[in-house]
């Protein structure tokens, strides 16, 4: 089969396109023909191993000494079951499904096996193959924060970062739980943030969120950008403030502000289940949630694909299709 393999860490051209077995299912697993991937911050931090100072040691060892030890990225997929292993009892053939495989990657590939009690369920029957595999890692993201926040009906959320994966997610899951939303996005964003239901939108090339008065029950921030003494300004006392993927570095600097502010501080990566996963789906198909796509690219194109997402302005996800008409 055809999967896109990273031998070494550096830039885009490193990935490469290369014949690799085909793998097969073991007894608990399904084997998927994957339709679709994407390219998200989680592919772009390994390919480069673009990691904070303070997570370097820990991080090689995770991720690779001298190269990485997946070399098949890709943490997101939507496709078809082709084949199941005996005790599987869940999914059978010809499923449409949609997963996280998270830190096992793998996805960039034309075919992924996965345990069937892993982060997997039945593909939205109103999306598309691209747009259900952009849904996994920027929407259980999003819930798994906000639920961390316990955003709830009445209250004032604030995404910054609200164009990206998960921040698209976010301002959608905020409105749902019945916050009033508020996101920070870049001027040529801030149409598509209200069109996802943001109550106000803020352009922070030309204004501090900080400065222009909100008080925020939760700041999330989608994105890790933001200033956390600037948000300390905005988050009413006893708020909760949520940060994603927060180094050690970041993390002490979360305990220290809990500690002094009586805020509460949430770092960290994300911990979602195939019952979320099933959540969103349910959400989907009633119309509450959408994902948003920026481009997509055909996997031969992948380097392409990273160069774009390299540049930090996607909005959304980016999606990579995989053709199986020459399948080996």
């Not at 860490?9 to 697993?29: A, F, M, R």
């Not at 390299?310 to 996800?317: A, L, Q």
Request: charged share 25%.
């Amino acid at each position: 089969m055809k999967a896109i393999v990273c031998s070494k860490y550096g830039p885009p051209e490193v990935l490469e396109l290369k014949d690799v077995d085909k793998p097969t299912p073991l007894d608990n697993e399904v084997l998927i023909k994957i339709k679709a991937t994407t390219v998200v911050q989680a592919d772009i931090r390994v390919r480069g191993f673009r990691v904070p100072l303070s997570f370097w040691v820990p991080a090689r060892l995770a991720l690779g000494v001298i190269r990485p030890k997946k070399p098949v990225l890709g943490t997101e997929l939507a496709g078809v079951v082709e084949d199941i292993g005996k005790d599987v009892r869940d999914f059978k053939v010809g499923d449409q499904v949609f997963a996280l495989t998270g830190h096992d990657l793998g996805c960039y590939a034309e075919y992924r096996c996965m345990p069937e009690d892993g982060i997997i369920a039945r593909k939205p029957v109103n999306l598309s193959f691209e747009e259900a595999a952009a849904m996994p890692m920027g929407g259980l993201t999003a819930l798994h924060f906000l639920r961390k926040g316990n955003v709830k009906s009445g209250q004032k959320v604030l995404v910054y970062g609200a164009s990206g994966s998960i921040g698209t997610y976010a301002v959608q899951l905020a409105k749902h739980f019945g916050a009033e939303v508020t996101g920070v996005c870049s001027t040529a964003n801030l149409d598509l943030v209200r069109s996802l239901g943001a109550d106000k939108v803020i352009d922070y090339t030309k204004e501090d969120f900080s400065r222009e008065g909100g008080i925020y029950d939760v700041v999330f921030d989608a994105v890790g950008k933001s200033s956390l003494s600037a948000s300390m300004r905005s988050l009413k006392k006893g708020g909760h403030y949520l940060q994603v993927l927060a180094p050690p570095g970041v993390n002490m600097r979360l305990r220290w502000a809990a500690m002094t502010t009586g805020n509460k501080m949430v770092g960290g990566t994300m911990a979602g289940t195939a019952e979320d996963l099933v959540f969103l789906k349910e959400l989907t198909e009633a119309g509450k949630i959408k994902p948003v796509i920026d481009r997509t690219y055909p996997l031969e194109q992948i380097v392409e694909a990273h160069r774009y997402v390299d540049k930090g302005h996607k909005k959304g996800n980016v999606v990579i299709t995989i053709d199986h008409n020459n399948d080996t």
